[in-house]
C-alpha cells in the first residue's frame, strides 16, 4: 500500500492506511481538510490551519 501525501503551504499531510484505525476522527474533526468517498485529492491541508491540521491528526 502506498502512503499518500499532500502538501500544503504550511504542513504537509501523509497517510498510511495501515497505521489509520478509521475511527473517522479527521473527518468529523474538518471535512474541507479530510474529503471523505470523492475520486481523485482527498485531503486539503491548506483548508485550515497547520496547527488546527496537526491538532485532528494527532488525535
Known sequence: MTIETARGQHITIHFDARRCVHSRNCVLGNP??????????WL????????????????
Do not use: L
Not at 481538510?33 to 475520486?39: A, G, H, L
Open 32 to 41: 474541507k481538510v479530510f474529503v471523505p468517498n470523492v475520486e481523485g485529492e
Open 44 to 59: 486539503h491541508p491548506d483548508a485550515a490551519s497547520a496547527e488546527e491540521v496537526e491538532a485532528i491528526i494527532r488525535n
